[in-house]
């Protein structure tokens, strides 16, 4: 009977994590290439500080969200969609910014502006 209980135990404890396992593993992934993407931006100084400041806001935002969502332990449908449009909405800021004339090139912390001829 104790071998029972020992041994009821044991799967138990080997099952929790099979449910601690993230309820939004396509969202986190997502979470992770935006931030390498913010973070490659900077590197190459397509980012200004304060352009990467603002995308790391962003990015908090998302993940506040996605908290939010999982606070219950189960992610519905609607809050999955307000997910994604959070990351849609931060992926396009992070694809502005990162395209736009604004650039660090000499990493040092000030944007960079073309000589007057």
Do not use: C, W, Y
């Not at 309820?23 to 100084?45: E, F, K, L, M, Y």
């Amino acid at each position: 009977m104790k071998s029972n209980i020992a041994l009821a135990a044991l799967l138990a404890a080997l099952a929790v994590p099979a449910f601690a396992q993230t309820a939004t593993p396509r969202a986190d992934q997502r979470q992770i290439n935006q931030q390498q993407r913010i973070d490659q931006g900077v590197a190459s100084g397509q980012l200004t500080p304060n352009e990467a400041a603002r995308l790391e806001k962003g990015q908090q935002h998302v993940q506040k969200v996605e908290d939010k969502a999982m606070a219950d332990g189960k992610v519905t449908a609607k809050e999955r969609a307000r997910i994604e449009k959070a990351q849609d909405k931060q992926s396009q800021r992070i694809a502005r910014a990162k395209h736009d004339r604004q650039r660090d090139m000499n990493h040092d912390g000030k944007r960079d502006r073309r000589a007057k001829q």
